[in-house]
């Protein structure tokens, strides 16, 4: 088991920057790639970006690219999603996932983190 906590969200104007961070817990942090997804009221749930276990391999959203950053710290067992230039349709509960793989973690992950909620205001 995984266990995935989330912090950071917040209210933001638009055009502002926040910060998630997911602290992991349970087995080795390092053996899993980690991702962030997002869903809105009414929405499908949307990857917006995955790092494999090393950090290597880092995928995007369209989206989302060139405005979110994710990266990791195997030492610290967290994960973060820098997001700058908010936009309205950012909006939404923010997600932290483990997978064993990167590229199944585009749509699905073994591990979630409870959410935290996201608001961008316009």
């Known amino acids: 088991q995984v266990q995935l906590v989330e912090s950071g969200g917040g209210l933001v104007q638009a055009g502002g920057s926040l910060r998630l961070s997911c602290a992991a817990s349970?087995?080795?942090?390092?053996?899993?790639?980690m991702g962030w997804f997002r869903q809105a009221p009414g929405k499908e749930r949307e990857n917006v970006g995955r790092?494999?276990?090393?950090?290597?391999?880092?995928y995007y959203p369209d989206s989302v690219k060139g405005r979110f950053t994710i990266s990791r710290d195997n030492a610290k067992n967290t994960v973060w999603l820098q997001m700058n230039s908010l936009k309205a349709e950012d909006t939404a509960v923010y997600y932290c996932a483990a997978s064993t793989s990167v590229l199944t973690l585009e749509h699905e992950a073994d591990y979630w983190g409870q959410g935290t909620q996201v608001t961008v205001s316009s």
């Open positions: 349970g087995r080795t942090f390092g053996n899993y790639a």
């Open positions: 790092i494999s276990r090393l950090g290597r391999d880092i």
